[in-house]
């Protein structure tokens, strides 16, 4: 089983800042099938990222995901005062279906 | 438009099971799996596994197998989940959700329902 490890677990930034969100599997997995969320208190998660890199209906452009392998990233690239939550990578496609623990985007 | 509506939060005790439902409406409701997902309190979220409407096959992570039942009714468009043999840990709020396509995560959700299990 893969195992997602998000890191850091907590990033301090300030609105306008660019975030820097990573997400390394444990092995790596032949498909990119990897998707991050944003899930703010209260609120069920909401997909941003699906296949790594392709931003769900509805995402704005300032959230782009890359990466291939074992390493993936979110980037924000100017943090909006609505982006501040936490954000959850995901393996997806192939049982199971693995979360990494999610970082905290907090404001600074 | 697509909804996902789950049944009312839930106190039991240990030992007890529970039953959360989860309502689809806007879509073909067998035309995607329904997947379920728990998140304990101020914790992570955690898949525990999925259901094919169509077929009503299911596919559990290990952990839950043998202590969690998903089904579904195709009459009323509802998937349900079933854990048995409650302990005060799994206290979570449990959300279904599926994905429109098989290359893609989960983009739609319910609104969660939470499970309190306290004596």
Known sequence: ?108 | QVQLVQSGAEVKKPGASVKVSCKASGYTFTDYYMHWVRQAPGQGLEWMGWINPNSGGTNYVQKFQGWVTMTRDTSISTAYMELNRLRSDDTAVYYCAFAVAGNQGLSYWGQGTLVTVSS
């Open chain 1, 1 to 108: 089983e893969i195992v997602l490890t998000q890191s850091p677990g907590t990033l301090s930034l300030s609105p306008g800042d660019r975030a820097t969100l990573s997400c390394r599997a444990s092995q790596s997995f032949r498909t990119s099938l990897l998707a991050w969320y944003q899930q703010k208190p209260g609120q069920a998660p909401r997909l941003l990222i699906f296949g790594a890199s392709s931003r769900a209906t509805g995402i704005p452009d300032r959230f782009s995901g890359s990466g291939s392998g074992t390493d993936f990233t979110l980037t924000i690239s100017r943090l909006e005062p609505e982006d501040f939550a936490v954000y959850y990578c995901q393996l997806y496609g192939n049982s199971p279906w693995t979360f990494g623990q999610g970082t905290k985007v907090e404001i600074k």
